[in-house]
Nanobody, 121 residues
Framework: QVQLVESGGGLVQAGGSLRLSCAAS????????MGWYRQAPGKQRELVAT???????NYADSVKGRFTISRDNAKNTVYLQMNSLKPEDTAVYYC???????????????WGQGTQVTVSS
């Protein structure tokens, strides 16, 4: 089994910054892509940013230039630095990891429990 534990959420004023972290542990041989998603009340979960094991990144248009995703492969940890936060960034943020459990197994997606980010105007 794999566990993803997020931290770093909270309440911040518009224009402020937060840094989210997500550490994966358990039966892990390797991790392919890692990413952050978010879900606001009444809305579907949406992609925020992803990063491959090689460091290639992809961002939603709404966060480009404000958010930065990074990862530490040795620690199986992914980060999301969020700057210039806006009230519309308010949501529960979830991390996701595409985990390979053994040398011969296919990868599977594993999700964290989510962390609340609230941006006040």
């Amino acid at each position: 089994q794999v566990q993803l534990v997020e931290s770093g959420g909270g309440l911040v004023q518009a224009g402020g910054s937060l840094r989210l972290s997500c550490a994966a542990s358990g039966s892990i041989f390797s991790i392919k892509a890692m990413g952050w998603y978010r879900q606001a009340p009444g809305k579907q979960r949406e992609l925020v940013a992803t990063i491959t094991s090689g460091g290639s990144t992809n961002y939603a248009d709404s966060v480009k230039g404000r958010f930065t995703i990074s990862r530490d492969n040795a620690k199986n940890t992914v980060y999301l630095q969020m700057n210039s936060l806006k009230p519309e960034d308010t949501a529960v943020y979830y991390c996701k990891a595409d985990v390979v459990a053994t040398m011969t197994s296919p990868f599977f997606g594993s999700w964290g429990q989510g962390t609340q980010v609230t941006v006040s105007s």
